[in-house]
């Protein structure tokens, strides 16, 4: 490899901390990566990586040579394509994108074709879970990130792009065994699909905003806990309780029936909806081309009123992210 790769190589090094994994999200062998850097640290004279068989831990050099890593590899990337911004088409090289599964099958993967037709030289590599991924750990570009941003978030860059409406649902067949709640008095008879990030976590219970805008909850019973978007669409369907979600993730199963919309007055707060990407002092143009386009596609929803721009969101419930 040349410097410039063993460079590229140490930074994946660093950045998933594990030569295993840096070695996946590069595509190359294990041993590679390895040679790579003893290579890097053999023509710099110094060692970079203090290295045990649980993990891999920057020296006090390493630690300077990252820092200044990222940037010539920000700027060496940024110049290899000043010439080719000219043409529409002219963006190229892979990008790893995250999101929800909900605002993943409702908003983005649709349009997908249509950002891939305009730059048909970029490879994309596409996440979608419910897990809140480390971003930088795992490689990833940019993260489109539903509900309130918390403690790890705090050293990335975040683009609000607009608050997701909510909406509480249950099955016709639910409605049909227990009656439709009219008001909160009635959710003591009625069920709740709880769910938590992590199995064993406690459920918030219900949410809603009272007449003062101020988030309150309520407990309510419930026989099912999940912890996945979709189980816990799946779990409403199938008549187990009262779910609340994103109207995006639910809206198609809201116009064929197989869902009811419920208590519409006591709906949780609207949730979110931010762009992460880790710091750099300059982008490269795919990423910073990609990332207007995914703002954009999520503005048209904002404007036909699946979502809605600005404001201030309060705290949501995890089952939001579906």
């Known amino acids: 490899m040349n410097p410039m790769e063993q460079m590229q190589v140490f930074s994946r090094v660093v950045e998933t901390g594990s030569f295993t994994q840096a070695a ?81 099958r409702q908003i983005v993967m649709p349009r997908l074709p249509e950002l891939l037709a305009l730059h048909p030289e970029l490879e994309i590599e596409f996440g ?7 971003l930088v750990r795992e490689g990833f570009d940019c993260v489109l990130r539903v509900g309130p941003l918390g ?14 409406t909510m909406v509480n649902c249950l099955s016709p067949a639910y409605l049909a065994r227990h009656g439709e709640p009219e008001g909160l008095d009635d ?18 219970g219900f949410e809603y905003l009272d007449a003062s805008g101020q988030l309150q909850r309520q407990a309510m019973a419930g026989a099912l806990t999940v912890n996945n978007a979709e189980a816990y669409q799946a779990a409403c369907l199938a008549g187990l309780g009262l779910i609340q979600a994103p109207r995006v993730g639910v809206q198609a199963l809201l116009d064929q029936g197989l869902l009811r919309e419920v208590l519409p007055g006591y709906r949780a707060p609207d949730m979110p909806l931010s ?44 089952q939001s992210t579906s």
């Open 187 to 204: 959710l003591r008879q009625h069920r709740l699909v709880h769910y938590v990030s992590v199995l064993g976590a406690r459920s918030s």
């Open 151 to 164: 403690q790890a978030e705090a050293g990335l860059q975040a683009r609000p792009l607009g608050l997701l």
């Open 24 to 104: 996946a999200s590069l595509g190359l062998a294990k041993a590679s990566v390895s040679a790579a850097v003893q290579q890097l640290e053999a023509r710099l004279g110094t060692r970079l990586l203090h290295r045990s068989t649980r993990r891999v831990q920057l020296s006090q050099d390493g630690q300077l040579f990252y820092e200044r890593a990222k940037d010539v590899l920000a700027d060496l990337d940024e110049l290899d394509g000043m010439f080719r911004q000219a043409s529409p088409q002219s963006l190229r090289g892979r990008l790893r994108l995250d999101m929800s599964t909900g605002v993943a």
């Open 275 to 318: 762009l992460l990407y880790a710091h750099r002092r300059q982008l490269p143009a795919r990423v910073r081309v990609v990332m207007d386009w995914l703002a954009g596609v999520v503005a048209e929803h904002l404007r036909q009123g699946v979502a809605r721009p600005g404001g201030e969101a309060g705290h949501a419930q995890p």
């Open 128 to 134: 979608s879970t419910e897990r809140r991924v480390d």
